[in-house]
């Protein structure tokens, strides 16, 4: 027999609580304006997201007759799928389905860790990438030392400290002519990034519709890696432009990685998981960005190199 089903909300328990919850609140002392309005609004959102998370347990009335008892074959066909020792509840089952889903996929794990190293070379290199720049324009295109380079290679003097090492206020002129091109170069190779990914962003992600993901992630990579690499050169070679760096830079934006990498993660991914999927990816870049310093102030305080 079929009847007209109802949700039995529970009214009269949402408000009672609601009032002794309100009355409980009261009576914490007011410490500023702002954590007194905002502790109980924010434990009502919670409250009400709690219920609504719980409705489907909430039993149905039956006009014609009593209420009927929930059944264990009434439970949902996810819970039967789920792994074994997961409990029920909706929040709990959804997060540790998502945790088990993700850990047994190659694809999130692989983007996790690739993002994370990516951004590991962005973040050890950020701080230090207009200083270096800035002393290789001044001394191959505005002539700082190259006076005094002569006198002291005969005097076996050491060589004239790099830009960064001065004040604003004492920086030579040649540096600060080198800070300008560095910041000028900057700007270039930004605005040619920029167009390359929207030049190329639609076409590549057709290409890797058709053709597949792989190919063009392993580009993508290769051409992020060429960035640190191109700064570790310039360290290495005292006579390499800059421009190898800015133009290593503007080729990332040819085969982007995160509109790959995104792509990846939603193909044969369930709809409930791929905003988790992203956040994965996301934290994975940010993880890496956050320690990458940290990691540069330690290795700074305990190695010391005189080719650096």
């Known amino acids: 027999l079929e009847h007209d089903t109802k949700l039995q909300f529970p009214f009269r328990r949402i408000i009672i609580i609601f009032v002794r919850r309100f009355l409980i609140f009261s009576a914490i002392p007011r410490f500023s304006y702002g954590t007194y309005r905002c502790l109980p609004i924010h434990y009502y959102i919670v409250l009400l997201y709690h219920y609504t998370l ?9 006009e014609d007759g009593p209420v009927p008892v929930p ?3 009434a439970a949902p066909a996810a819970a039967e799928a789920s792994p074994e020792g997961m409990t029920k509840t909706p929040l709990c089952f959804g997060i540790r389905r998502f945790l088990y889903d993700s850990v047994r996929s190659k694809a999130v794990l692989a983007a996790f860790c690739v993002s994370m190293l990516l951004s590991f070379s962005i973040g050890l290199t950020v701080a230090i990438v207009p200083e270096v720049l800035t002393d290789r324009y001044a001394r191959l295109y505005h002539g700082y030392g190259a006076e005094e380079q002569e006198q002291q290679q005969q005097q076996q003097q050491q060589q004239l400290p790099p830009c960064w090492e001065f004040e604003k206020t004492l920086m030579p002129e040649a540096c600060i002519r080198g800070a300008d091109d560095a910041l000028t170069g900057s700007a270039w190779g930004m605005f040619i990034q920029n167009m390359a990914i929207f030049f190329f962003n639609a076409s590549i992600g057709s290409y890797s519709d058709v053709h597949g993901r792989r190919s063009p992630l392993i580009v993508s990579i290769f051409l992020n890696t060429l960035v640190p690499a191109a700064l570790l050169a310039m360290q290495l070679i005292a006579t390499m432009d800059p421009f190898w760096y800015y133009a290593s830079n503007a080729l990332t934006g040819m085969v982007p990685y995160n509109a790959l990498v995104f792509a990846t993660l939603s193909d ?3 709809e409930e998981h791929r905003a988790g999927r992203f956040a994965t990816n996301l934290a994975g870049f940010y993880f890496g960005f956050a320690t ?3 990691l540069a102030l330690w290795m700074g305080s305990h190695t010391a190199s005189s080719a650096w």
């Not at 719980?54 to 039956?62: C, E, I, K, L, S």
Request: net charge negative.
């Open 71 to 73: 059944t264990p074959a």
């Open 268 to 270: 044969n991914c369930p």
């Open 292 to 294: 990458a310093p940290t």
């Open 54 to 62: 719980t409705m489907d347990h909430v039993p149905q009335r039956d």
